[in-house]
């Protein structure tokens, strides 16, 4: 695996992150830290799903149910009810049963300590990936940004981000592993919690997928991808492989007054939990 420049101009970052980073309802900007609880209730619903459409979502969430104790004690149904539209409902039935061992076993804190001594870094991301519907994504996003530690977090954005600047050719996802060592190797000490949130919000901004803002980035001096004129061919993604057509006979009971016959699906498997 071919070592890269560490350097990276972290300063210029925050600049254009303090000036033109976005104002969401779950962020605080160093030296503030943003609740664990909406952090993680943040990151869940972002998966798969775009800003704008989890706001109001989040909102009304965090409304209803401000606390992990107070979601914990909340029905799975009105927990479910709530996350309509979201779609991908096994992350509002993983959100529900995280809330409960929270709520239930570790005293309604996102970490849980057996003696009085502080935790460490590896303790903490152990921890949070014992939880359902935590990888490490969603560890690291919590680690740093909800408790301010040095934490590697890469999303799809930041894998684009770093592919440029770094130059790795390598197609994904076998270019994940080399991604991770470049951001490994530049955790700051300062402003933990805003360096992810400042990637994020850069990559989404200025680093974009199509006919990326490489004439007004701050990273353009020195973005590998840039000086030798290959930007938009990375990341390198792998050839599409052509799904194949399934077809499928579906019937429905209808009963004399007009009312549907229907049955829950189990919990596991595709639509888990839900009617058909």
């Known amino acids: 695996m071919r070592k890269h420049n560490i350097h990276f101009p972290t300063a210029r970052l925050y600049a254009w992150y303090d000036k033109q980073g976005r104002d969401l309802p779950w962020r605080r900007r160093w030296p503030e830290l943003a609740p664990a609880y909406q952090v993680w209730l943040s990151e869940i619903m972002l998966q798969q799903t775009v800003v704008a459409t989890v706001i109001p979502y989040f909102l009304d969430f965090t409304r209803r149910w401000p606390t992990v104790n107070a979601l914990a004690a909340a029905p799975l149904d009105d ?5 309509a539209g979201l779609g991908y409902y096994a992350r509002a039935r993983n959100l529900h049963k995280t809330a409960v061992i929270v709520a239930n076993e570790w005293g309604g804190e996102f970490y849980y300590s057996d003696n009085d001594s502080s935790l460490c870094d590896n303790d903490l991301d152990r921890q949070l990936r014992t939880l359902p519907g935590i990888g490490p994504y969603t560890a690291g996003a919590i680690a ?58 850069f990559s989404s901004a200025v680093c974009t997928p199509k006919r990326p803002g490489c004439g007004n980035c701050c990273l353009a001096t020195s973005c590998i991808a840039r000086v030798k004129g290959f930007v938009e061919r990375l990341p390198t993604k792998p050839s599409k492989v052509e799904k194949p057509l399934r077809r499928a006979i579906v019937f429905v009971a209808i009963n004399h007054r007009g009312e549907f016959f229907l049955h ?13």
């Open 79 to 83: 927990v479910l009810a709530a996350w």
């Open 144 to 201: 740093a940004i909800a408790f301010g530690k040095q934490a590697v977090v890469v999303d799809g954005n930041i894998e684009r981000l770093f592919s440029r600047y770094f130059g790795i050719e390598t197609p994904l996802p076998a270019a994940k592993t080399e991604i991770m060592m470049a951001y490994q190797s530049l955790l700051p000490v300062g402003r933990p919690s805003d360096f992810p949130q400042a990637l994020m919000d």
């Open 264 to 276: 829950q699906r189990p919990e596991k498997g595709l639509l888990g939990g839900m009617y058909g």
